[in-house]
């Protein structure tokens, strides 16, 4: 009985339904297409009806999975959703939210303004107080014209709704024909993807492939701009590529193929296949032609001064992979960089000819042997070098060790197979550094074109490199330290490295109070009398004797940094208990092992203020009456300190501020008129208009088009 | 027995301004020819003036900073609604307004208002927090605007003494000054000759007084501390400060601060009477202090050549400075609190940026060490050298003063004992061993006053209200530190510390992220393995996320460590030899 019951109701829902899909304008009599359409509508509803009277409501979407000749317009319904279809739905493709959410967002503005002014709507403006004002209100009474909202006059609003209907009807039968389309788009793509076999999609790949291509050569010659950004999009496949593992020997297929092909030579082509695909999917493509830029190569090579291992690791650190290009050395922009430093540096570049002149003409040879040899050697070396550079950062310390030593070994290999010429080459600098030690205002004055990233050329740099990251781990306040390490590395050196040249310019105390400032002239000496003269100058000789006694001033000042510093600096926690699990007694100490295990290491804080200023020290204690006036919770919406201090940056109290942006700054949030009753806030105060549906509904979807369209109108009414 | 005596502000040109005031304000309507005959302003006889009396063949003055207004793209800020209409708007006459909206506004004057550093970036907000700091932001912005619109109302122009091709300005002598300017500034220009007692130091008020208002000041004698009325009386004797040597009162706080031989730095608050702190400078007898007037900290010189900056809320020295190898003489510090400028026994004059780096800037060695220094309100250094005051002047009004040539000289008939500008006057004040000496220095004050903050004809009545009102408005002492701005910042460290604690007292981070916990699924896809499964995935991502970013990053810092050497020569290098 209730299952018969439930279907009826059904029935009679669907029934409903229908009606209600109806436009209103619309006949009530249905064609005989649409009677037909409806009793299959009507019998699949009852199926579904009964098939989900055992419990479980599936609701299964309406699809269909081949393409229909009929299409039923009716189908387009929301059926899934259970909603209804009203037409206004179909006529506006973008969605408005419930009106309730609208409303809310409206008073969710209101209440974010700053200062409320209450009562919300002037309706002093609608009020008419004086006769002529009545007059007015009335006249546009009479031809129904818009008193306060002037986008649309009644009789427009009149135009505009007999106008819609007929868009509305020409509107629906292009959504439904491109519905329909897509369905049956949708419908074959189905089909197709249901295909199981292999060899089907193999052939359609390649054919896509195919057509791809010729396309893009139809492309080529019809459209050259359009054909680039093809061609950019290929690129960034390969790149896709080149990221992905796909196609390497690593899936589950390529190491079972691995497997087997020591034994199958089908497996073993098939490998093959796979990575020249590879290949050939990360193959770049280029343009040009190779042959002159690997002649600058070679070129280029020859200049290069020393071992070549160092800048290639370099290289290695930073860029992509110099072995993957196709022409290991540099494009022509580097090679012109080179000739650029060439010019600046006469040194290397008299270095670089006498290696010239002493190699002889087979360098190619040579050069060739090199690379192999370096190749093999990194290889053994294992892959410290092309690891990823995440892990090179991480361990960073460990790397650049690894690195220095292997560097050491490849450059004393290269150099036995080219003794002579490196031999020269170390003299040659040698021999000039001290020359370059003796001019250093000449290099300074080209810092800008000198202070490119530098490769270190000698061995002595390179060691001298890592020397200098031993100290600026230790990072020594005291400037005797300081001229000391000035004298071993002069910062003149031309190939020096970034690191140095910024370590040194920490201030100098010394300089700093010892530089002779060029003396004023001054028109007027100070003539002092004479008694006063003797007694004073003998005064204040003495003083500056005194003053000057030895480095008293900076040497106490440095002492008294030094202590500050000290004490400053968190202190270790010591936790060890002398004869605690050890022989006590008069005299003994906790052995070292047990003192480091219970000696608590204070974090480091944070780099002091003066570090790099020899002579300042800057208290680093905190203010703590200060603190206490200080903002020490955050607001709400605030989740980081550095947001809610933008906020109160400027300051408000008119001492600051203009007589009109104090008072601005300051207004109460809510601000009322004096005599006048604040009703409730309605949706309409907010700006909100109900009644969608019923009063151009149009108007309300798309406000933009239409207001433009109006003032088109209007336009042509002015012209008129 | 040192005496801080106060040359009254004379009476004439007060008498002058009422006569003035009388005359009816012009009004915007009225022409032009009203304008120019109607001619002086309301306002003492401004140095501008003066100028061109002084040097007639030249029209405009370089140093006067130019309005410029930015003729490519004139800057528009947010009209307010009802301008939004495009046409411009037809008053009832029917003309039309030439000029349509408000005035642009040169975009360097709106920065100068600026409060807020763009530059430095936030945090990601979310989108309620984002909305608010736009708020804040366009806040920030109209108000400078408004700031930037009011400068109009500055109508004063300093102006200063031009050589002509050649001529050394150093060379013009006070009497031809004197012979130059209008009879109510040369009225300014006096010697007193007061030969009896021994060498005077003095003292202007922001104003013309001494302590917060004219009816008090203060006077350090031989053993103690004395504060006498206007008239001369006696009010206190203030015994806890004995031996003082230097006085310095700031006003924003009401504090005196007092540096005696014993080797004490004594903080006392003259509005209710107390010592608020008392600091042990451990450096013997102190006999040179100066106050920033930027932020209240009190500089010390001492014997062993440092400089030490002082604040009544800690008992050591905010900062110390290694400035001379000899002992420090002088000290003086701009009234921006940019530039401190120091001698020492080693007869150099350095110049110090105060701002975070305390690198000196300048030095010069002067044939003499100058015993005395004084800044003036527009940034001109005074020097005083035994007889002789050298004056030195900077480029513009943020840039220290260039020592390469002095501005203006001039020899006393005895020795300087102390000297001061006067403010919103263009005269400095000499204190010697022969009397006292007023000499005109053109261009030294700044020619606009804020009647509100400083008004120098203000009435009786107007004192007492602006006493009353400075009294409510007095800043705690313990306020005081190096950067005022830093009060309008969080306080970090207690705000993690809160947390840190709120953290432990629940025994969990409610603001943190809640760990990914995968929905159960149906059909048995929800086995203890997929969940294991699903959640790894989800970590994993994460994980990703993390790396790709810090490799995003990487080669912008590796850019970033790059470029200033490159590119920005840091402001340090000059010392690097």
Known sequence: MSTVRAAESLLALSRQEELEDLPKDYPLSPSEDEGDIDGERKHQKLLEAISSLDGKNRWKLAERSEASLKVSEFNVTSEGSGEKLVLSDLLGPVKTSSSLAAVKKQLNRVRSKKTLELPLNNEEVERARTPLEHEVFNILHKNKQPVTDPLLTPVEKASLKAMSLEEAKMRRAELQRARALQSYYEARARREKKIKSKKYHKVLKKEKAKKALKDFEKLQKVNPTAALEELEKIEKARMMERMSLKHQNSGKWAKAKAIMAKYDLEARQAMQEQLARNKELTQKLQAASDSEEEKGSVEEEGELLVPDTVNEIQRDADGPNPWMLRNPFSGPKEAKVQDAEQLLEPVAHEASESKEEERPGAKEDILLNTFEERRALRKKSGLSQDAEPLRKQESEDSSSQEVLSELRALSQKLNKANQQSGKQNMTSLRTVLPVQREEPTEAEEEPLLMQRPERAHTMEELEELGKEGCFQNKEVPRPVVEGQQLERNPHNLPGAPKEKKRKEQMIDLQNLLTTKSPSVKSLAVPTTVEELEDEEERHQKQMIKEAFAGDDVIRDFLKEKREAVEASKPKDVDLTLPGWGEWGGVGLKPSAKKRRRFLIKAPEGPPRKDKNLPNVIINEKRNVHAAAHQVRVLPYPFTHHQQFERTIQTPIGSTWNTQRAFQKLTTPRVVTKPGHIIKPIKAEDVGYRSSSRSDLSVVQRNPKQLSTRHKKQLKKNSVN | ?577
């Open chain 2, 1 to 577: 027995m040192e005496t801080a005596s106060k040359p009254g502000r004379d009476v004439q040109p007060k008498k002058a301004r009422l006569q003035t005031k009388k005359k009816k304000p012009r009004r915007y309507w009225e022409k032009e020819a009203t304008l120019t005959a109607a001619g002086a302003s309301p306002g003492p006889p401004r140095n501008k003036k003066r100028n061109r009396e002084l040097r007639p063949q030249r029209p405009k003055n370089i140093n006067l900073p130019k309005k410029s207004r930015i003729p490519g793209k004139p800057q528009f800020p947010k009209k307010p609604r009802e301008q939004r209409n495009l046409e411009p708007q037809r008053n009832l006459s029917g003309a039309q307004d030439p000029f349509p909206g408000p005035a642009p506004i040169p975009e360097e004057v709106a920065r100068k208002f600026r409060r807020i550093d763009k530059s430095k970036k936030l945090p990601h907000s979310k989108s309620k927090t984002r909305s608010r700091l736009e708020v804040a932001e366009a806040e920030e912005e109209e108000i400078s605007i408004k700031a930037a619109r009011s400068e109009l109302l500055l109508a004063e122009e300093p102006g200063f003494l031009e050589g002509e091709d050649g001529e050394d300005t150093a060379k013009i002598r006070q009497a031809e000054i004197v012979e130059a300017v209008d009879i109510a500034s040369a009225a300014k220009h006096f010697d007193l000759n007061l030969r009896q007692f021994g060498p005077y130091r003095l003292n202007y008020s922001p104003v013309g007084r001494f302590l917060h208002s004219e009816a008090l000041f203060a006077v350090a004698q031989n053993r103690w501390l004395h504060i006498y009325d206007n008239q001369g009386i006696e009010l206190h004797c203030i015994r806890r400060c004995d031996r003082v040597t230097r006085l310095e009162f700031l006003p924003f706080h009401f504090l005196l601060a007092t540096a005696s031989e014993t080797g004490f730095l004594t903080y006392l608050d003259v509005s209710v009477g107390k010592i608020v702190a008392a600091l042990n400078a451990r450096a013997g007898r102190l006999d040179v202090m100066t106050k920033n007037p930027y932020n209240a900290v009190i500089h010390l010189g001492h014997s062993n050549g440092t400089v030490s900056l002082w604040s009544p809320a800690m008992k050591e020295p905010l900062a110390k400075i290694l400035c001379h190898r000899g002992g420090v003489r002088a000290v003086a510090v701009d009234s921006t609190g940019t530039y401190m400028a120091t001698s020492g026994l080693d007869h150099q004059l350095k110049i110090f940026d105060l701002r975070g780096m305390f690198q000196p800037l300048s030095a010069r060695t002067l044939p003499q060490g100058a015993g005395h220094l004084a800044f003036s309100q527009r940034g001109l250094l005074a020097a005083g050298m035994s007889d002789v005051v050298n004056i030195w002047m900077g480029q513009g009004m943020a840039s220290p003063p260039s020592l390469e040539q002095p501005y203006l000289t001039h020899r006393l008939s005895g020795h300087v004992h102390g000297l001061h500008f006067c403010p919103f006057e263009d005269v400095l004040g000499l204190g010697h061993s022969g009397g006292i000496t007023s000499m005109l220095v053109p261009g030294a004050a700044e020619p606009n006053f804020d009647g509100l903050e400083n008004n120098p004809y203000r009435s009786q009545k107007q004192r007492q209200e602006w006493e009353v009102k400075a009294l409510l408005e007095k800043v705690p002492a313990e306020l005081i530190c190096l950067d005022p701005r830093a009060l309008a910042e969080v306080d970090v460290i207690s705000l993690e510390q809160e947390k840190k604690e709120r953290i432990e007292r629940l025994g969990y981070d409610p603001e943190a992220k809640a760990p990914f916990q995968p929905k159960p699924k149906q059909k048995g896809r929800s086995s203890t393995a997929s969940l294991v499964k699903r959640r790894r995935k989800v970590m994993d991502k994460e994980h990703r996320d993390k790396v790709r970013q810090s490799l995003e990053q990487q080669p912008q810092k590796q850019e970033k460590k790059a470029k200033p050497l490159k590119a920005r020569p840091s402001a340090l290098d000059r010392f690097v030899r």
